[in-house]
């Protein structure tokens, strides 16, 4: 299993996207995006994002 990031991680996701951790829940993060190179849009620049689906940035 892949390390649980912490408040104030910078996390990647969906291959490009960046953001720091937020706050951290039992299955997912909440993220502030920094770095966004796509075409998604985030209501208020911020995500939730699922354990499975980020890496963190070391």
Excluded at 41 to 57: A, P
Aim: glycine content about 8%; proline content about 2%.
């Amino acid at each position: 299993m892949a390390a649980t990031a912490n408040i104030g991680d910078k996390i990647i996701f969906q291959g490009k996207i960046e953001g720091v951790v937020r706050k951290v829940n039992e299955n997912s993060v909440i993220v502030g995006i920094t770095k966004n190179p796509t075409d998604i849009v985030f209501n208020g620049d911020v995500t939730v994002v699922n354990h499975k689906n980020y890496k963190i940035v070391k």
